[in-house]
């Protein structure tokens, strides 16, 4: 039940418990305490889900990175097509859900995403050397360009500064 208090002086301090609600409107509290709580959970799982998909999107724009072309010595100064499609997504994701949900909850969708993005990228050098044969310089000059395109794009986001 809800114990209300009196703004009313009282000898034993500035407030005193107001009687107890008649039981209609006390059973009306309960049930809406319970929808708090319901929709709290959903709430919660909504959030959680959002946190998934945030990193699922992560996965689906890094996948092709060993099917790329690193052949040409070219003097591209961007980052690949598909980095720049991430940063992207990522931004505009920070941004919609900033204007919707307090600061701590943002941060809880993104904590997390250098480490993720750090970890698809080193896994992904094995799958590099056995579609490439090597490592070689091209390799390294637009695996940095894009290392440092994903790194800018991290510390832009309002929430994280992990990297």
Same mark, same amino acid.
């Given at each position: *039940?809800?114990?209300a208090?009196?703004?009313?002086?009282?000898?034993?301090?500035?407030?005193?418990?107001?009687?107890?609600? %008649?039981?209609? @409107?006390?059973?009306?509290?309960?049930?809406?305490? =319970?929808?708090?709580?319901?929709?709290? /959970?959903?709430?919660?799982?909504?959030?959680?889900?959002?946190?998934? +998909?945030?990193?699922v999107?992560?996965?689906?724009?890094?996948?092709?990175?060993?099917?790329?072309?690193y052949?040409? /010595?070219?003097?591209?100064?961007?980052?690949?097509?598909w980095?720049?499609?991430?940063?992207?997504?990522?931004? *505009?994701?920070? +941004? $919609? =859900?900033?204007?919707? @949900? %307090?600061?701590?909850k943002?941060?809880?969708?993104?904590?997390? @995403? %250098?480490?993720?993005?750090?970890?698809?990228?080193?896994?992904?050098? %094995?799958?590099?050397?056995?579609e490439?044969?090597?490592? $070689?310089?091209?390799?390294?000059?637009?695996?940095?360009?894009? =290392?440092? /395109?994903?790194?800018?794009n991290?510390?832009?986001?309002a929430?994280?500064?992990?990297?």
């Amino acid at each position: *039940t809800i114990s209300a208090l009196s703004r009313e002086s009282s000898p034993g301090g500035p407030f005193r418990p107001l009687p107890p609600m %008649p039981p209609a @409107l006390g059973a009306a509290a309960q049930s809406l305490s =319970v929808l708090e709580e319901r929709f709290r /959970a959903l709430g919660g799982k909504c959030l959680m889900l959002l946190r998934g +998909e945030v990193r699922v999107h992560c996965f689906f724009f890094l996948q092709d990175i060993a099917k790329s072309s690193y052949w040409a /010595a070219d003097a591209q100064v961007e980052a690949e097509p598909w980095i720049q499609a991430l940063n992207k997504d990522l931004s *505009t994701a920070e +941004e $919609n =859900v900033s204007r919707l @949900l %307090p600061a701590v909850k943002v941060r809880y969708l993104f904590e997390g @995403l %250098p480490q993720l993005i750090s970890t698809i990228l080193i896994r992904t050098l %094995p799958k590099l050397m056995a579609e490439h044969g090597t490592i $070689n310089r091209n390799i390294i000059n637009k695996m940095s360009r894009n =290392v440092f /395109a994903l790194q800018q794009n991290m510390t832009d986001l309002a929430v994280s500064k992990e990297i």
